[in-house]
């Protein structure tokens, strides 16, 4: 298996010198995947959106081996988080103590090298392969999206790559956000009653949530998560002028996260509940709550061929975890669909991100037992 590592290693460090940060554009990084792929006899096809700041990004669905549905799709995101300026060598593959650490090293370029190198390998397929590349997960998973939206990317089972440590990871909760803005009337601080503070009603709206998040959400239980409930948080919030100024406005995000059997209104619902409390508790309270993103979760069966598959060949029984990834819109185009790929999410998105080298190794081996399993003859 060593034999693999120099081609797999070069790989990583051609992908990780590609600045992908999802403010810029991908179309470096999939140029050089979609070039690497129809050298290996996979044809190519992009689509392309403009994001919302004006920047032009592409997704990439190449197939080998017949025309269709896929029998297997392997799935990569080629954007990563920004990098810290003081890491200098970001974007340059170093190796410390049998790890290579560069921005994107396991989020998820080291998946996406294992993938290229067990694509190139496919050889006598009897179903097709497929390579799926998107853009823009990092910030709201908006390439799977346009996916799902044009019907690109069907298959029958689906590896999404994200650093899980080789665990196939069945289920993942969805994630979904809404601004909640509470108005009230502004005045001179010495004079409370000639004007209504809204920092003070946006706090008697947050102990209700509070109140909600800890006992309502807490008796809706999915036993296969950790935690096992749907999840709140308020991150933000912002409001007034001035120490000395009674508040017009407070905005504050709310956050949930929600195990895949709820529905992903199920939050927003109680917030609008609470809206109406405080209404009829205080008819001149004004609150606005505007929905910003509801991604649903995703919970394949255990004993789906796929997750079977990844277990066996890991050694590692499938688990489930509490962030977003991208398959539920594989599920959407009628993958089942399982998590797995090499590094640890706990050093994503951090200076110092690495991926262990024997975690590569074995990534790229059980993506190629995964071809020959699905795609094979």
């Known amino acids: 298996m060593s034999d693999t590592l120099p081609a797999l290693r070069a790989t990583l460090a051609e992908l990780v010198a590609m600045d992908t940060t999802s403010a810029r554009p991908n179309a470096p990084l999939i140029d050089y995947a979609q070039a690497r792929l129809e050298k290996a006899g996979f044809s190519a096809e992009r689509q392309r959106y403009t994001d919302d700041a004006g920047v032009e990004k592409v997704n990439l669905v190449a197939v080998k081996g017949g025309t269709g549905r896929a029998a297997l799709a392997l799935v990569g995101h080629s954007d990563c988080v920004p990098y810290d300026a003081a890491w200098t060598d970001a974007l340059k593959l170093t190796e410390k103590d049998g790890k290579l650490y560069a921005r994107g090293a396991c989020d998820t370029k080291g998946f996406i090298a294992c993938a290229l190198h067990a694509a190139e390998r496919a050889e006598k397929l009897s179903a097709p392969l497929m390579v799926v590349l998107t853009a823009d997960e990092e910030i709201g998973l908006i390439g799977a999206k346009k996916l799902v939206a044009a019907g690109l990317g069907r298959a029958r089972h689906a590896i999404v790559g994200e650093p899980t440590k080789l665990t196939p990871v069945r289920a ?31 706090g008697r709206f947050l102990n209700r949530l509070e109140q909600l998040a800890t006992t309502v959400l807490r008796e809706e239980l999915d036993e296969g998560f950790q935690p096992p409930f749907t999840t709140v948080n308020v991150g933000v919030i912002q409001g007034g002028k001035a120490k000395n100024i009674l508040p017009g ?17 199920r939050v927003s619902e109680l917030l609008e509940s609470i809206r109406q409390e405080l209404v009829r508790d205080e008819p001149a309270y004004e609150a606005r709550i505007r929905v910003l ?45 399982v998590v797995f790929g090499p590094g640890d999410i706990r050093v994503a998105h951090q200076t110092g991100e690495h991926v262990p080298i024997e975690d590569l190794i074995r990534c790229e081996a059980v993506l190629a037992r995964a071809v020959a399993h699905f795609c094979g003859k």
């Open 293 to 337: 993103r509801t991604d649903r979760g995703v919970n394949t069966r255990a004993d789906a061929e796929v997750v079977r598959f990844l277990a066996e060949a890991s050694g590692n029984a499938s688990t489930t975890v509490p962030f977003g990834t991208e398959a539920p819109q594989m599920t959407e185009l009628g993958a089942e669909a």
């Open 172 to 202: 993942n909760k969805g994630y979904c956000l809404a601004e909640v803005e509470v108005l009230g009337k502004e005045g001179h601080s010495a004079y409370p009653d000639t004007g209504a503070s809204a920092i003070f009603r946006a």
């Open 249 to 265: 406005s407070c905005r504050f995000t709310v956050e949930w996260r929600p195990i895949p059997g709820q529905p992903t209104e």
